[in-house]
């Protein structure tokens, strides 16, 4: 019943069409060319604005202090960690992020519960006051002497690490053929510093060589001024010349 | 006390009460009957130092943390791998919005250069309204 009333009386205010057709009665117009030069902004403030003779020309919008044309990172001083990031190969592990830290550590949290996220999902019932444990409540605590079992030592294992190779160990002769075992160790530490080390090994080896030509080198010579020396030359000599 | 060294106040918490535990650790592992009172006293020393984190609790509350930071920790991998991957792409973001804005500046030059050969008038009237006396 209200509705109705109110709807008539909005129907009796409300013209159907307007008298001056579109056009809005309020803008008087100069221009009868059909070419609108205002423009009408609505909003808290309606205002109407000429903008001259270009058509649908719109304000420039203001311009912003900060832009994407500005190093950022210089701007809010983060170079320092973009260049202490971006240089560098981060180590991927967790443990490499807090090394003080005992126990195994780079695990998924999930397999063991200890993940983070299931200390927001369940918080831990808190708000209870700790107190120091009595000397009865000690009591509990008073364990047998001797090892531990074996089940219970695995908390124990420090992480580990992987060391750099230090072959300390590669005494083998020039000839010999490093065994297979060894190489696979290598293989899985650092096949770069194996390789350098190998090049040492072999200059060593080179420089040995060279050092016992020049030996035998002094001895042919030392044959040629001797009167047994007969003139004849070596197999190797032959092969050389 | 800034919340800088509040925070460090309580890793230090922290980490004096992991080593009393994995002292503990090492006593339990192979114990010695002679060693239960000094295990009674890293057990209350435990309680203290809970004491104390619990106490510091308040003072880091308004620190923020990402919850990707957490996906990153609970994966077992390094958190300041989040670090680095929101640097790079804020810089990767950087450059692009400086390639855009450096393109339509030229775009915006070009046109004007192109426009005022054939409409030099409206060009200058153009110019006069934007107060632009600039080619760019």
């Known amino acids: ?241 | 006390m800034t919340s800088r060294q509040n925070s460090e106040k309580l890793v230090n918490q922290m980490e004096t009460f992991i080593e009393n535990v994995r002292q503990i650790n090492i006593m339990v592992c192979n114990f010695q009957p002679q060693a239960q009172h000094i295990l009674n006293r890293k057990i209350q020393n435990i309680v203290t130092d809970l004491q104390v984190i619990n106490n510091l609790k308040d003072s880091v509350k308004d620190m923020r943390i990402p919850v990707e930071v957490l996906k990153y920790v609970d994966a077992g991998q390094n958190p300041h791998l989040f670090t680095k991957d929101c640097i790079d792409k804020a810089m990767i973001k950087n450059q692009e919005l400086k390639g855009k804005i450096d393109s339509y500046k030229k775009f915006k030059a070009n046109m004007l250069l192109e426009i005022n050969k054939y409409f030099p008038k409206e060009v200058e009237k153009y110019r006069a309204i934007r107060n632009d006396n600039n080619d760019d």
């Open chain 1, 1 to 241: 019943m209200m509705s109705d009333q109110f709807r008539s009386k909005v129907e009796q205010y409300s013209p159907k069409s307007s008298p001056r057709g579109a056009r809005s009665p309020v803008v008087s117009r100069q221009d009868s060319t059909g070419t609108l030069k205002t423009t009408i902004s609505l909003g808290k403030n309606p205002s109407i604005v000429h903008s001259g003779p270009f058509y649908l020309m719109k304000e420039p919008p203001g311009e912003s202090e900060l832009t994407g044309a500005r190093n950022l990172m210089a701007y809010y001083g983060l170079e320092h960690s973009y260049s202490k990031f971006s240089g560098k190969k981060l180590k991927e592990q967790l443990s490499s992020f807090l090394p003080n830290l005992p126990g195994i550590i780079d695990t998924p949290g999930d397999q063991d519960n200890s993940s983070l996220r299931s200390v927001i999902e369940k918080p831990p019932i808190g708000g209870k006051e700790l107190l120091p444990l009595t000397s009865v409540q000690l009591a509990g605590f008073r364990l047998h002497p001797g090892p531990l079992p074996e089940q219970y030592r695995y908390i124990n294992q420090a992480p580990q690490r992987k060391h750099k190779n230090k072959h300390k160990r590669h005494k083998h002769k020039p000839g010999e053929v490093p065994s297979g075992q060894e190489t696979t160790v290598t293989d899985i530490g650092g096949a770069d510093t194996h390789e350098k080390k190998h090049k040492k090994q072999k200059r060593h080896d080179e420089e040995k060589e060279a050092r016992k030509k020049r030996k035998k080198e002094k001895k042919r010579k030392k044959q040629k001024h001797s009167p047994e020396h007969s003139g004849g030359l070596t197999p190797s000599q032959h092969s050389n010349s």
